[in-house]
């Protein structure tokens, strides 16, 4: 009779042949080398990838579209030179990839392109810079001086983003960088952990999804944590906020709806042990007047359950700024704000037509 552990070992090593066998694989491993636009233009055979530096031309992008489990490595630096090309400049599409930077650069040549206004007009810039799509792990790599939006994650099966660096601090100079977010989500079973980004707007947009985790990141001078703005249609579920740090910029964290969405909605929020400090308008801004911060809510995409909870979120904001405020037209269940600590500037405000009192 086979031991016990055997036992566990026979049921673990069917469960995974069951899920391998669901994808399909090439017959045999195949590593491939990546060092040209080219080289990069059909890897579906290759289980592992090495990426070596090299420059992309004017007009061309990049699809990383892997082998389903592939591993795939950088090895130098991938820059792409300034271009007409309209984003993504490069996407990622490997079901179940194993991606690691080792900590080299995805470079936008953001200098090149910036002129205060970001997507609002003057130059064209290509948006977003980098993609995520299909699923898996992504680590250790940095997203540099990205035209405007850095990285767009729209992926379809479960995936960690871990010790991601998205470095637009040089857009900060003369005011040049803007609409720069860092991360803009709309995925499900997404955890983004442990990232830093430096920028001149959103560190983190969720524009739809269920599933999140958003843990250990570092923002520096942006437009903080947000979930939306949630158009029609949209909705976010399920996200737990916990352990961030966000410094300096406009607004610390935020959940922004669109006045005017309707089939919408926000639930379920728990936000713990953040640190948020140094912050010029809004500490904690939960609103349904967007694109205003604090006007006229609308009614059209409800918010409900949203709580602090489970560990202490520190807030601190200048002189001026507010520290929270609950701008709601239509909120409704379970708000716990009962570890939120919150203090200078303007103190809170809760709308006069805000649905409910704290
Ligand atoms: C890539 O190569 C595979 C296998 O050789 C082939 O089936 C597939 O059609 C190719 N895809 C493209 C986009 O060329
Ligand atoms: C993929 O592998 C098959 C079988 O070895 C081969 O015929 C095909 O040319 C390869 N495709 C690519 C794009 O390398
Ligand atoms: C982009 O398009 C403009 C207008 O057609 C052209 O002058 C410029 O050279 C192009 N830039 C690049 C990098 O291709
Ligand atoms: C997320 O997980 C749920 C529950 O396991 C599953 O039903 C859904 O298909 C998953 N979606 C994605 C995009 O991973
Ligand atoms: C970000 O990039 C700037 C150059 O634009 C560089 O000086 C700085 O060291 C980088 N920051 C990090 C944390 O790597
Ligand atoms: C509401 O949004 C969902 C998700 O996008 C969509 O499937 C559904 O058709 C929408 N319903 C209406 C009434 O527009
Ligand atoms: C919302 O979804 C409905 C149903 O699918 C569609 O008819 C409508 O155009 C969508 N609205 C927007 C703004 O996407
Ligand atoms: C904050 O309070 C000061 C003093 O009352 C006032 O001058 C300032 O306009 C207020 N700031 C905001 C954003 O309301």
Known sequence: MPSFAAIVALAAASAITRTRAS?????????????SVASAANLSNCTSVDIHAFDVPAGETITIAAAPGASVAMAGDITFLQTNATGPLITFQTTDILFNGHR????????LYWDGQGTNGGVAKPHPFVKFKGSGVFTDVTVLNSPAQAVSV???????????????????????GHNTDGFDISASNLT??????????????????RALVIEDMTCVGSHGISIGSIATNKSVSDVRISRNTVRGGLYGLRIKVDAVAVNASVSNVLYDSNTVSGITEFGVLITQSYPNDDTIPGTGAPISGISFLGGRTHVSVDTDAFTVVV??????GIWDFSDLHATGGNGSRIAPDNARIF
């Open 104 to 111: 080299h650069k995805i470079d936008g040549n953001g200098p």
């Open 23 to 35: 994808i399909t694989r090439p017959a045999h491993p195949t590593h491939c080398i990546v060092n």
């Open 192 to 209: 983004l952990s442990g990232c830093v980004v430096d920028n001149q707007d959103d560190c983190i947009a969720i524009n739809s999804g």
């Open 154 to 176: 729209g992926t379809t099966g479960p995936t960690i983003i871990r010790s991601v660096l998205v470095n637009n601090s040089a857009g900060n100079a003369g005011n040049l």
């Open 327 to 332: 701008d709601c037209g239509a909120c409704s």
